[in-house]
Structures are given as C-alpha cells and as structure tokens.
C-alpha cells in the first residue's frame, strides 16, 4: 500500500472527550486536513503498537481520496483526527509522501 503522509498523532484521554480504547493499524478515522471537509484514511502504526487514549505514537497515513487535496500538506502541519464529528486527536505532518499532496510541489 502507497501511504500519503506520516504523523505524530496524539489522542485526547477518554476524560477529555476521546476514545475509550486504544488503536493499531488498520484504524480508519477522518482527518481535518483542510477546513472545508473531512478525508477518511487508514491508519498504520508501527509492529505490535497499541496507542491508548492519552498517547502519543507515529503513524503512516494513507488517505481515501488524496486526489482532492493538492498541495494541502507540508512538514509540521497540524490536523485534528475524527470519528464523524467528535474529535479524538490531533497531529503534526512530519513527512510527505505523496507528491500531489505536496505544498512544497504545487
């Protein structure tokens, strides 16, 4: 699979709105990466990593529909994650992948 971005997300603590459990690769969350609208992504973390509710992890990000987002990303942009409308994380861009996305390229 081609990822589109790699972050480091941090989930909000269950007391502060989050989760309730944990997650590990495969979570599928929505992504605020531009103001207008919500991107659905699948989410993969590193061998064996379980991120609880509080914690913080990197993560490999590939996005449903990169095509709609040219040049929305470069290093260090930040971005809420979300199940529909209730934000459970937020994260920082520290890699792109995919050229299209690229603010640096468009």
Request: net charge neutral.
């Amino acid at each position: 699979m081609d990822f589109d971005f790699e972050a480091n997300v941090t989930f909000l603590t269950t007391e502060n709105g989050g989760r309730k459990g944990p997650v590990t690769s495969g979570y599928a969350p929505s992504h605020r990466i531009v103001d207008w609208t919500l991107s659905d992504g699948l989410h993969e973390y590193p061998e064996g990593v379980w991120v609880k509710p509080g914690e913080s992890s990197s993560v490999r990000i590939k996005l449903l529909r990169p095509e709609l987002y040219p040049g929305s990303l470069w290093i260090g942009k930040s971005f809420n994650v979300q199940e529909g409308g209730k934000v459970v994380g937020t994260g920082v861009v520290t890699r792109v992948l995919n050229n299209t996305l690229n603010k640096e390229l468009n």
